[in-house]
């Protein structure tokens, strides 16, 4: 499987899942924090791929090269809503992850196909490169300059009427 989904097992699987814990208690309402963030994850990484990707048709789907990615995303905005800071290192991770999700959107980088893709992708399947040339090339290829397209017969013109050339 090229794309993947995030669940709340995926943020506890990072070795942080006492943050998913401390979120769902410190909640109040019936809005879910642990889901609202996974979901809330997954919609900037899609936003991120969609600028130069296919994306999959499953709009729960990451691509797995994200994963980490997605997780993380969503650990350090749980962290955020119960007040707990990140540490330097997870601020360093979370820089990281901003420019790679950058690049990304500015289509310096590929990620993987979709597993099944989505009918009005917003990326034409065929993204080429700019300035390439033609795959299939006419006769006509280079176009040649105007003067040695075909020999010219002196007074020989194609309006008879036309004025003679001055030498």
């Known amino acids: ?19 998913v814990d401390k979120a769902r208690t410190a909640s109040t309402g019936g809005v879910d924090p642990v889901t609202e963030e996974i979901a809330n994850a997954i919609a900037r990484i899609r936003r991120a791929v969609a600028s130069g ?7 729960t789907k ?3 090269s994200l994963k980490g990615v997605a997780v ?3 650990i350090f905005a749980l962290m955020e809503r119960i007040r707990m800071p990140l540490s330097e290192d997870q601020r360093e991770t979370r820089k990281s992850d ?3 999700l950058l690049r990304i959107a500015d289509r310096k980088v590929l990620v993987e196909a979709p597993d099944d893709l989505l009918a ?3 990326v034409p399947q065929n993204i080429g490169s700019w300035n390439s040339e033609n795959k299939i090339l006419p006769r006509t290829h280079p176009v ?3 003067g040695v397209q075909r020999p010219l017969t002196p007074g020989k013109y194609a309006n008879p009427d036309a004025p003679e050339d001055e030498a």
């Open 1 to 19: 499987m090229n794309w993947t989904t995030i669940t709340a097992d995926d943020l506890k699987a990072s070795g942080l899942g006492f943050i």
């Open 53 to 59: 990707n296919p994306l999959d048709s499953d709009a």
């Open 62 to 64: 990451v691509p797995a």
């Open 72 to 74: 993380r995303v969503a």
């Open 98 to 100: 901003n420019s790679d």
């Open 120 to 122: 009005d992708s917003p």
């Open 144 to 146: 040649p300059r105007p």
